[in-house]
């Protein structure tokens, strides 16, 4: 199969560039900017982009990759930052613009024999950059241009590389996706040959490697990610596979009752129930800090798992439902950024780990999976369930976690949930829920002066989880939340309404 590295320079567009490439049948993967050669060589791309970032070429510890890149011999696209790399490294002139670029402008089209074959003069493209290409280096000729930008796109066709100023892996430019199109096939002379499909074939044919006679454990949360990673892993070994339902006390209302029957009568999988909620909530008290929280969740699901292992004949295996997502918030690979936020079974495993990881859909988006459940034979409405967090209820309560504050939060929780299916509006929504707050406000409730907690309702839009909007809800469907949550959540006197968007928040407040 054949692969597209792109390296990372801090774009907030770099995910949507390895999306885009997939969507076209070409696996992509995302790496650090200053990912070794030896490395790079190692992987074996067939092509590489070199993706856009905030800083400045020329300016002081701007990201720069090792300068042997440029002599692999690969076929490579520079995108914004990467093409002032591009230029920066082979002979031409970066400099600071008078006129910055931001937003929409007119691509005028000079030469459709390359890479903006058959893409239409004067489209709209997405611009975002202050600096500008002055001289093209030598080899590469001058095939588009805007208004302010005379060196929007650029080819050296013998040596196949190419740059563009703008953005064609965002909605906004009109036809990006025919640009990365010629660059992947007609000019790097790519094959479409990933897909759905073929990834569950791949994998199966992987696990049955990996794990060989040996059995594996795999950890359920109650999500579409953990039940995909069992179906491909008893797809692959069957009944060694034995899956492992912790109720921690963090689930939502009737969530751990509801999904044990489903498991075993929906999905024929072996399914061992454990409950420790009192171990998790013991554990949880006193701590305060998100990623505390959630370090501390995972290490406690894995001490479960290492535990039932024993238990069950020696599993040597843990099987866990990590997505692309979730490596990416977790780790440092968004070159000079840092870590968003540790996801429980990312950042809360603890070095001694005695089980050794089997994660088939870590190189796969939200959408991906969801995709391929479907492939799986997973109906409809479990596929469109909301994404519901590892640590659960933990990182949507605010502070101390506590049987008193998770029971208001999962009786606030369950009626927007009602509302929401009662508007219509689930399907349209990524996720809907409630998040309760440390901090207590002045009320009155029948002439009496109260002092209680605040709720906030979060409902969002977005396609992978990487980014999101907050939805324009409808002032009726927030009364009707607003008063069912005041009148019938003791110890709640106010409800507010989260309008941010990811970046800059994250869909979780923790």
């Known amino acids: 199969m054949q692969k597209v590295l792109i390296l990372d320079f801090g774009s907030q567009y770099t995910q949507l560039i390895a999306r885009k490439i997939r969507e076209l049948g070409v696996y ?29 070429v020329y300016g002081k510890g701007a990201p720069h990759p090792d300068k042997g890149l440029f002599e692999l011999g690969v076929p490579m696209l520079g995108i914004c930052y990467g093409v002032h790399l591009m230029a920066h490294h082979l002979g031409g002139q970066v400099i600071p613009s008078k006129e910055g670029e931001y937003g929409f402008a007119a691509l005028r089209v000079l030469d459709m024999s390359g890479l903006l074959d058959k893409v239409k003069d004067r489209q709209q493209v997405w611009m975002s950059h202050g600096d500008r290409l002055e001289c093209v280096p030598p080899g590469f000729r001058l095939t588009g241009s805007t208004a302010n930008t005379r060196a929007a796109v650029i080819e050296d066709k013998a040596r196949k590389f190419f740059g563009v100023q703008f953005h064609p892996e965002v909605i906004h430019t009109k036809e990006g996706l025919k640009v990365l199109s010629n660059f992947l096939f007609s000019q790097a002379g790519l094959r479409a040959d990933w897909s759905i499909s073929s990834f569950v074939t791949r994998k199966v044919r992987e696990i049955r490697k990996t794990v060989g006679d040996g059995k594996v454990i795999c950890g359920l949360s109650g999500g579409v990610d953990s039940l995909v990673t069992s179906l491909i892993i008893h ?43 009192d171990l998790f909530l013991d554990k949880l008290r006193g701590i305060v800090a998100p990623e505390r929280k959630r370090k501390t969740i995972g290490r406690l699901f894995i001490h479960l798992f290492e535990r039932e292992a024993m238990r069950l004949g020696g599993a040597a295996f843990l099987a866990q439902g990590t997505i ?70 933990a990182v949507r309560l605010i502070g101390e976690v506590n049987r008193e504050s998770l029971e208001i939060l999962r009786a606030a929780d369950d009626i927007v949930l009602q509302e929401v299916h009662k508007a219509g509006l689930y399907e349209k929504l990524w996720q809907a829920f409630a998040v309760l707050l440390p901090v207590r406000s002045v009320g009155v409730m029948g002439d009496q002066r109260t002092y209680h907690r605040v709720v906030v309702i979060r409902l969002v839009q977005s396609t992978d989880g990487m980014t999101a909007n907050w939805y324009p809800a409808p002032a009726k469907l927030m009364a ?31």
């Open 480 to 510: 009707r939340m607003s008063t069912r949550i005041v009148n019938e959540v003791r110890g709640v006197n106010r409800v507010v309404y989260d309008v941010t968007t990811k970046p800059p928040g994250t869909i979780e407040w923790e």
């Open 235 to 277: 797809k692959a070994i069957g009944s060694r596979l034995t899956c492992i339902f912790i109720d921690n006390g963090l689930l939502r209302k009737g969530q751990y009752e509801t999904l044990m029957e489903a498991f075993r009568k929906k999905f024929a999988l072996k399914v061992v129930g454990i409950d420790a909620s």
């Open 324 to 393: 692309y997502p979730d490596v990416i918030e977790s780790n440092p690979v968004k070159g000079p950024s840092s870590v968003i936020k540790s996801h429980h079974n990312v950042g809360g495993l603890p070095k001694g780990l005695k089980l050794k990881l089997v994660e088939p859909l870590r190189e796969l988006f939200k959408d991906e999976v969801r995709a391929l459940a479907l492939e799986l034979g997973v109906d409809t409405e479990f596929i469109r369930q909301h994404p519901f967090p590892g640590p659960g209820l």
């Open 28 to 56: 992509s993967e995302i790496v650090p900017f200053s990912t070794p050669l030896a490395a790079i060589r190692k992987a074996g791309p067939s092509a590489l982009v070199l993706s856009g970032g905030p800083q400045s």
